[in-house]
């Protein structure tokens, strides 16, 4: 069975309000606790703490107050480093239902800064984030991905938390997950640890809601009544002390899935109707949908056509509901039932068509296989990861041992023809000079003329090929050597003033980068792509040319996401020089201490994001932009079709986003 999407969109809902961690299920008197202390509160760390949490509150409600807390609390929390973190994971949170790519791309940020802290809260908050952009995986049917993230990024963060809440959450989200693979089974020890870790805590009971809930309908989807019966029960035990709680509205359709199952449609829709009346908050409007969903295929199976039909179409007009396999799946099989019922055959065959096509397109095994594989990859991971290392290793010095034998024959076959060819040339050279002698004297004048007319041309053509030639090393020297170069001068330099017991340590990483310039003077000489390209591919290159770049007194911190490896080698050599322009010109224009490189690639979109917290500048003046290498980088931008935004203030440090088209 093939879950709709509105249970991910409910569980997002959990997500983003959950961390809020409101001593109750009532979020309003939380909020407005939160506004008497800010308006009393002096200190800017916990003001920016208190903006922070009523996003979460003004998100669904009011998103210009949403935005203004953000901005506040963003503004409030730069001298903090953990505040630091969670203001970008708060505009994560900010952009999660309206713009996927700046929300993912706060996340990485917030991930980046607290990576930093060894913190049982900052593990908490990368443990949440990674659940979150796991969610954007699931919204885009990729249960393979949500899964491997739960396993591999959220669940060790929480455990190292040491934070049951979070763990339980995230282990309901893996339930859900196979749930939606209609693997009920497998779902059970994950709803069981989720209620366990989450039971008899009472800031986490909207978690411990979610997670009876869905456990109940996994029993009722296995036909195991008696269990579903008993989790039915202790979720009602536990909303009976909130009568006006949202949550109600998951226990009531929970209630209707039951019935449906044991074919007491009257009472089914009795408690479907419940469910709509009680849903309430800011995913009202969402969990109402996910309710119709189950009352349409009661209303089915009761023969109540007319108001099947109804309900049904209303969802086949909704784009936003019609977006997800699903639903469409559900929603063209309660239509095919229902013209059936209503004796209108032509309309039954066409929906039964429409159901039966979609069906077929969803490889419903190999998905499942996959996850199968992850969860077994979860429990064994470190011992993959190794053995995954040293089989990269093995391969890339195979590979390595290939291409210095190719290249070792193709200089044995260059060097012979070569020898042949000198041998002939002489060879043709005493002949010639034989007959020439025997030749008359104005022959002998008028191959003398031509000789000159093609030693003018060929000098002129040298000429002009040499001044070409000058002018792109001009350019490709300006790019590559400058960068290593002004690194070989700030570690002389470093030497120079302070000659320590790491005197050796300086020498050896210099010899280093003259080793990497020398390499670079033989690319261009070759006209070739850099070395690290053609070994490690576009991102692994990205990766090795910001560690070059770091010194005790420069830290680079690369991060990428998505990137595809087939991208062309020409757009692979122009996204490497980008990155290279400004990582020079952070480093000699800057006096940065942090620069943060981030790629990404969304389809044919490639994304560079390049941070540093130096000096900065006037990004309004254009005389401040002289001597920066803008026009070799405007150039290369230009030459994928891409566009540069700058944002920089003095002191505030420096944010270069670049979009690239590498389709």
């Known amino acids: 069975m093939i879950r709709s999407i509105l249970t991910f969109i409910c569980l997002t809902g959990i997500i983003i309000t959950g961390e809020a961690q409101t001593p109750s299920l009532d979020m309003k008197a939380y909020a407005d606790s939160l506004q008497i202390v800010l308006q009393k509160e002096k200190n800017d760390s916990v003001k920016a703490a208190i903006n922070l949490q009523l996003i979460n509150y003004w998100l669904y409600k009011d998103?210009?107050?949403?935005?203004?807390?953000?901005?506040?609390?963003?503004?409030?929390?730069?001298?903090?480093?953990?505040?630091?973190?969670?203001?970008?994971?708060?505009?994560?949170?900010?952009?999660?239902?309206?713009?996927?790519?700046?929300?993912?791309?706060?996340?990485?940020?917030?991930?980046?800064?607290?990576?930093?802290?060894?913190?049982?809260?900052?593990?908490?908050?990368?443990?949440?984030?990674?659940?979150?952009?796991?969610?954007?995986?699931?919204?885009?049917?990729?249960?393979?991905?949500?899964?491997?993230?739960?396993?591999?990024?959220?669940?060790?963060?929480?455990?190292?938390?040491?934070?049951?809440?979070?763990?339980?959450?995230?282990?309901?989200?893996?339930?859900?997950?196979?749930?939606?693979?209609?693997?009920?089974?497998?779902?059970?020890?994950?709803?069981?640890?989720?209620?366990?870790?989450?039971?008899?805590?009472?800031?986490?009971?909207?978690?411990?809601?979610?997670?009876?809930?869905?456990?109940?309908?996994?029993?009722?989807?296995?036909?195991?009544?008696?269990?579903?019966?008993?989790?039915?029960?202790?979720?009602?035990?536990?909303?009976?002390?909130?009568?006006?709680?949202?949550?109600?509205?998951?226990?009531?359709?929970?209630?209707?899935?039951?019935?449906?199952?044991?074919?007491?449609?009257?009472?089914?829709?009795?408690?479907?109707?419940?469910?709509?009346?009680?849903?309430?908050?800011?995913?009202?409007?969402?969990?109402?949908?996910?309710?119709?969903?189950?009352?349409?295929?009661?209303?089915?199976?009761?023969?109540?056509?007319?108001?099947?039909?109804?309900?049904?179409?209303?969802?086949?007009?909704?784009?936003?509901?019609?977006?997800?396999?699903?639903?469409?799946?559900?929603?063209?099989?309660?239509?095919?039932?229902?013209?059936?019922?209503?004796?209108?055959?032509?309309?039954?065959?066409?929906?039964?068509?429409?159901?039966?096509?979609?069906?077929?397109?969803?490889?419903?095994?190999?998905?499942?296989?996959?996850?199968?594989?992850?969860?077994?990859?979860?429990?064994?991971?470190?011992?993959?990861?190794?053995?995954?290392?040293?089989?990269?290793?093995?391969?890339?010095?195979?590979?390595?041992?290939?291409?210095?034998?190719?290249?070792?024959?193709?200089?044995?076959?260059?060097?012979?023809?070569?020898?042949?060819?000198?041998?002939?040339?002489?060879?043709?050279?005493?002949?010639?000079k034989k007959l020439a002698i025997e030749k008359e004297s104005n022959y002998q004048i008028q191959l003398g003329k031509l000789k000159q007319e093609q030693q003018l041309m060929a000098t002129q053509a040298m000429l002009e090929g040499e001044e070409s030639e000058r002018k792109r090393m001009a350019r490709d020297l300006h790019d590559g050597l400058g960068g290593i170069l002004a690194g070989v001068r700030m570690n002389l330099s470093e030497v120079e003033s302070r000659l320590t017991l790491t005197f050796q340590n300086e020498i050896e990483r210099i010899i280093s980068n003259v080793d990497k310039s020398l390499t670079e003077l033989r690319r261009i000489a070759h006209n070739l792509m850099p070395e690290s390209l053609l070994r490690l591919g576009l991102d692994g290159a990205l990766d090795d040319l910001c560690k070059s770049y770091q010194s005790s007194d420069l830290q680079v911190n690369y991060q990428s996401f998505d990137i595809e490896t087939n991208i062309t080698n020409t757009n692979q050599l122009t996204i490497y020089r980008i990155v290279q322009e400004l990582l020079n010109n952070a480093l000699r224009h800057s006096n940065a201490t942090e620069v943060m490189v981030q790629c990404s690639q969304n389809e044919n979109n490639f994304f560079i994001t390049v941070e540093d917290n130096g000096k900065g500048f006037d990004s309004q003046n254009p005389e401040n932009k002289k001597g920066l290498g803008l026009t070799n980088l405007q150039h290369r931008v230009g030459s994928m079709n891409g566009s540069i935004e700058i944002n920089s203030g003095e002191n505030e440090g420096t944010i270069i986003n670049i979009e690239l088209y590498v389709g």
Do not use: C
């Open 63 to 432: 998103t210009l107050q949403a935005r203004k807390h953000l901005e506040q609390g963003k503004k409030l929390s730069r001298k903090y480093p953990y505040l630091h973190g969670m203001s970008y994971y708060s505009e994560g949170l900010y952009y999660f239902n309206t713009n996927i790519e700046k929300s993912i791309s706060a996340y990485l940020k917030a991930d980046t800064i607290l990576s930093k802290l060894k913190t049982a809260d900052a593990y908490k908050v990368r443990s949440n984030l990674w659940n979150n952009i796991a969610v954007h995986k699931q919204r885009d049917d990729d249960d393979r991905a949500h899964v491997d993230i739960l396993m591999n990024k959220a669940i060790p963060l929480a455990e190292k938390a040491k934070d049951t809440a979070t763990m339980g959450f995230e282990y309901g989200a893996v339930g859900i997950s196979f749930m939606n693979m209609s693997q009920y089974e497998k779902a059970i020890p994950y709803f069981n640890k989720a209620i366990n870790v989450l039971k008899g805590k009472t800031a986490q009971q909207s978690r411990l809601v979610s997670a009876y809930g869905r456990a109940a309908e996994n029993y009722i989807m296995l036909d195991r009544y008696p269990e579903a019966r008993n989790v039915l029960d202790e979720l009602k035990t536990v909303l009976d002390p909130y009568p006006d709680s949202e949550h109600h509205a998951l226990y009531y359709m929970a209630e209707g899935l039951y019935y449906h199952k044991l074919k007491s449609y009257d009472k089914a829709l009795t408690y479907f109707d419940k469910g709509i009346q009680s849903a309430n908050g800011p995913l009202k409007d969402y969990r109402i949908q996910e309710i119709n969903f189950q009352k349409a295929k009661s209303l089915v199976a009761a023969h109540e056509y007319q108001e099947a039909k109804q309900l049904l179409t209303q969802f086949l007009n909704d784009d936003e509901v019609m977006d997800f396999y699903g639903n469409r799946i559900d929603t063209y099989s309660g239509l095919a039932k229902t013209y059936a019922g209503l004796g209108d055959m032509g309309q039954a065959y066409h929906w039964q068509k429409e159901y039966s096509r979609l069906n077929d397109s969803i490889n419903d095994s190999r998905l499942r296989h996959d996850i199968n594989a992850l969860e077994e990859k979860y429990d064994s991971s470190q011992k993959e990861k190794k053995i995954a290392q040293l089989e990269a290793e093995n391969e890339i010095s195979k590979l390595s041992a290939e291409n210095n034998k190719l290249i070792n024959w193709i200089l044995i076959v260059v060097s012979l023809a070569f020898l042949v060819i000198i041998l002939f040339s002489f060879s043709y050279y005493k002949k010639d």
